[in-house]
Each structure stands twice: as C-alpha cells, then as structure tokens.
C-alpha cells in the first residue's frame, strides 16, 4: 500500500522531526558543532580570498557582480553630523 498523493506532497514542503530515532543528544551535538565549523572555515576562506583580490586591485576595486555581499561586508551610510548648525539643539546633545 502506498502513501497517499496529497501525504507525499506534504511531506516534501514540510519540514520534519524525528522522534525517538534512538541517536544520542551527543552525537547530535556533536555533528551540529562540526558542521557549523566547517561552514564557518569555508566563509573564512571565502572571505579571505575576497579581501586579497581586493586588496591586488588597489584603488581599481573589482566588479561588483564578483562581491559575496552576504558573507563579505555590510556598507553603512553615515552622514556627517551637522548638529553644531542646528540652533535649538540643547548643548546637552551635541
């Protein structure tokens, strides 16, 4: 007897736990720790590649489309501040 369609298609949307499968806590542990470190290591080395073709480019910089921008950096905008020019700033917050 078969699963039934509406079941299969379920199963494959959904995500799932397994209970009482009979692996310890530990081990489970233990392989979450050891993939969070090799992805770690692979973003480092991602990361550090990207800074050296960076860093060879010098002022050329490279092409945007080869940025990582996930793993690589975050652009902030900062203005400079200009409360000096605001007169009804209380001197309390400049």
Known sequence: MGT???????ACLAPMQLLNHGISHELMDEVERLTKAHYASLREAKFQEFAARTLEAGDKGGDVKDVDWESTFFVRHLPASNLADLPDVDDHYR
Request: proline letters at 29%; hydrophobic letters at 30%.
């Open 4 to 10: 039934p369609p509406h079941l299969s298609r379920l």
